[in-house]
């Protein structure tokens, strides 16, 4: 079982810069591939970026590329999601997820998931 608690999230202004953490717990990451997703007020989950278990590959939802940027370091078991340049519809319950498919972008390809961690941008 691997356990995931995402933190850093907050209110800032539009234009402005957090950091999310997810920290993982009862097992290596190292062999799994990790995402982020977000769901804001009455729509789905959606996609926001997702890593290799390497860290070679990364890939972005359309609408968060070049603001967004996920890494990880798997000596501390944690991934990491630095967003810049936010905007107020980045607004959402930001969670993390880790799977044994690669680096997907669905989320039926996660099987373990945090509870997330709540981003609000102003205008």
């Known amino acids: 079982q691997v356990q995931l608690v995402e933190s850093g999230g907050g209110l800032v202004q539009a234009g402005g810069s957090l950091r999310l953490s997810c920290a993982a717990s009862?097992?290596?990451?190292?062999?799994?591939?990790m995402g982020w997703f977000r769901q804001a007020p009455g729509k789905e989950r959606e996609f926001v970026a997702s890593?290799?278990?390497?860290?070679?590959?990364?890939y972005y939802a359309g609408s968060v590329k070049g603001r967004l940027t996920i890494s990880r370091d798997n000596a501390k078991n944690t991934v990491y999601l630095q967003m810049n340049s936010l905007k107020p519809e980045d607004t959402a319950v930001y969670y993390c997820?880790?799977?044994?498919?690669?680096?997907?972008?669905?989320?039926?390809?996660?099987?373990?998931w945090g509870q997330g961690t709540q981003v609000t941008v102003s205008s």
């Open positions: 890593i290799s278990w390497t860290g070679r590959n990364t």
């Open positions: 997820a880790a799977t044994l498919y690669g680096s997907s972008s669905s989320r039926n390809d996660y099987a373990y």
């Open positions: 009862g097992r290596t990451i190292s062999t799994y591939g």
